[in-house]
């Protein structure tokens, strides 16, 4: 992939556009008209007249000509967003990686309306790591023990780690309790995720998805499960516990979809990675990262019923 001739911008990098291998357009300022409508046009000629638009070649003009299968470089137009109110803790850093605390409500990467409003884009601005990525993902409700790989070369080391299973993940999350249900068991199904449809859903044919399932303790009606996913498909604990009949507490997806406003913070998702422990690829030595954030849910349940932000 080619390295965008753009820096970032306060931790966020230039998006990436490609032109298609024909069309009518006479300059590449129609072009980005037609292919961005929601951008105000006289976006793209200030954009322009700032050398903002980038090709390999240097900066776009407005007269300059359509190209066909052109890769461009320029800065997004980043939504309105609400600024999440906790903080992103460090757990270490060195040349290879960075491993944070991540909060609820964070998003680990720029997608839809949150941008700066992401571990990522926080970080790189932060630390001043603009070639930081993630080696796997944390969905913006779940808190807890999220990696980041610090140089380009080594990402795609620290994936396959995740991709082949060979990073030992243990979640903590409380739900309520079953007495019935017997534990520790393990889950195994096929989970499903379709593109424009936020839930998940299991489905006949090859299971996909396993999660080991272990009472840690419960009172009053609740229960903190610990979970060991041996795979990592999309809302994989959060499916699993909730066809068991046990939703995860603060869940806005399972069993019934609800809609959250933008700056509730309140009740969050009672989802923690605690730890994730592997053999590094880069120096053979065994890594342990463990969060120090614990569950409301359990440790405050007053405060949790009362729903103040947290």
């Not at 700066?116 to 990525?133: F, I, K, Y």
């Amino acid at each position: 992939m080619q390295t965008a001739p753009l820096p970032s911008r306060d931790g966020l990098a230039p998006a990436r556009l490609r032109t298609p291998p024909d069309g009518v357009w006479a300059t590449m300022r129609d072009h980005l008209a037609d292919r961005l409508p929601h951008v105000d046009p006289a976006r793209i000629d200030a954009r322009l007249a700032a050398g903002e638009i980038v090709t390999a070649a240097g900066p776009l003009t407005p007269e300059s000509p359509f190209t066909p299968s052109t890769t461009l470089w320029l800065y997004r137009d980043e939504p309105d967003e609400v600024e999440v109110p906790f903080p992103l803790e460090v757990l270490h850093a060195d040349d290879d990686l960075v491993v944070v605390d991540k909060p609820h409500f964070l998003a680990t990467i720029p997608r839809g309306s949150h941008v700066r409003q992401t571990v990522l884009v926080r970080l790189r601005h932060e630390l001043g790591l603009p070639h930081l990525s993630p080696a796997h993902r944390l969905d913006r409700a779940t808190a807890g023990v999220l990696l980041l790989v610090a140089r380009p070369e080594l990402r795609g080391d620290y994936q396959t780690l995740f991709a082949r299973g060979r990073v030992a993940k243990t979640y903590e999350a409380v739900a309520p309790y079953d007495p019935a249900l017997e534990l520790p068991r393990t889950e195994v199904s096929r989970i499903v995720k379709v593109p424009g449809v936020f839930a998940a859903r299991t489905e006949p044919g090859p299971p996909n998805a396993e999660t080991r399932i272990e009472l840690a303790g419960h009172r009053d009606g609740l229960a903190r499960y610990r979970l060991h996913p041996r795979t990592g498909r999309t809302h994989q604990l959060r499916v699993h516990l909730d066809e068991l009949g046990i939703p995860i507490l603060g869940d806005d997806v399972y069993p019934e979809l609800r809609r959250r406003a933008a700056g509730d913070f309140t009740r969050p998702l009672q989802l923690l990675s605690r730890s994730l422990e592997f053999d590094d690829p880069v120096t053979g030595a065994r890594r342990r990262f463990v969060s120090r954030r614990t569950l409301r849910a359990w440790d405050d349940p007053e405060g949790w019923a009362a729903g103040t932000p947290g």
